[in-house]
């Protein structure tokens, strides 16, 4: 597809690329935040646009010759605002951290109390981790889910919001497998006087989709990486009311970023259009089609999955019972030719880099190809590992069989050929 002319001479350089388009074509991607994009998006994002500097926004530019950089960046906005519905669109934003991180800077100041949800039951590192920015400038308080459904607990976050009085409260998580019941926490903030900003990052796709609950109607402002379910390039976005927009825009430029990346943002704007396209609502109803087909093989299969099972692109499996941690399951799945990752569950005992759970996704599965009889397949494959963790040789005849399967679901025929 790209023309690769004189990369093949940087023969160091473009053998990495071929192997990591082999590892990529060669195993089967479950990573529950990983997607592939179409040749179109790919195209877009390496594109003559990589070499346009934008500071600025359409029509109020710092450099001159932007009358195509305005033309796309006004083009991403509007299928933006059209795709989710949403009053005001920043399509900027290098990734999801810096588009929170923007959002966060637009409406609090350093000191403020957040109340997010706890990381260890699903939330995220920008939702006031110690370890990232939002923990180390703002006040974070968290809430979590019930030990004995493992659903959010919104009796908990009402309690904490009266008790704490939050300038923000964050809804969303990157590893919560039900749906966010998004009216709950419009209550909850309107009682509190509080902003309320959604994380959407991880179901986004679903969201446009019809598929899962929008949260448009019900807050503030609301954030999204535009890889994942919604399968664009690796990006951010901030959807907000109209109110809001000139304090975002001046957070993300000048505040936090220089040059937007016009060459992601065309790939933007193309994964924005295919999200608008009829077939986008089948392969987000095929999504969820094979997670739920692989929740129930896994489950049939003894493994506990967190909260029961899922109602979108991901699962959490609870490996505590087993004898396996995360990390072992990481590896031996890895082995066996099938990319996923460890994850903390709730009421995590274990270290964060160890970790109890298990992660996976269908979303880049479903963009090969794969419907539920081959999920069956999958499922066999990871149910083999995870008995046979410490059979090396095992997982690796595993992994010429999830080989051999892959082949059956091309990926990028034309790239590098």
Partial sequence: MLNTKGLELDSQLFGILRRELGRQRHKLEMIASENFVSEAVLACAASVFTNKYAEGYPDRR??????????????????????FGAEYANVQPHCGSSANMAA????????????????????????????????????????????????????????MAETIKPKMIVAGAS???????????????DRCGAFLLVDMAHFAGLVAAGLYPSPIPFAEIVTTTTHKTLRGPRGGLILCRKKYGKAIDDQVFPGLQGGPLMHIIAGKA????????????DYQRQILKNTDRLAIRLADSGFRL????????????????????????????????ITANKNAVPFEKERF?????????????????????????VSEFIIEALRHTEDEGRLKKIGHRVEEFSQRFPLYPNLMS
């Fill in 62 to 83: 710092y450099y001159g010759g932007c009358e195509f950089a305005d033309e796309l960046e006004i083009l991403t906005q509007a299928r933006a605002r059209k795709l």
């Fill in 306 to 337: 967190v909260s029961g099972g899922t109602d979108t692109h991901l699962l959490l499996i609870d490996l505590r019972g087993t004898g396996l941690t995360g990390q072992v399951a990481q590896t031996a799945l890895d082995l066996a030719g």
């Fill in 104 to 159: 966060y800077f637009s409406v609090l100041k350093p000191g403020d109390t957040i109340l997010g949800m706890d990381l260890a039951h699903g939330g995220h590192l920008t939702h006031g981790a110690p370890v990232s920015f939002s923990g180390r400038l703002y006040n974070c308080r968290f809430y979590g889910v019930r030990q004995d459904t493992e659903l959010i607990d919104y009796d908990q976050v009402a309690e």
């Fill in 175 to 189: 590893s919560y497998p039900r749906i966010i019941d998004f009216a709950k926490f419009r209550e909850v903030a």
């Fill in 353 to 377: 880099t160890v970790a109890s759970g298990l992660r996976l996704g269908t979303a880049a599965l479903t963009s090969r190809g794969l419907v539920e009889a081959d999920i069956d397949d």
């Fill in 270 to 281: 193309m994964a924005l259009g295919e999200a608008l396209e009829p077939d986008f609502i």
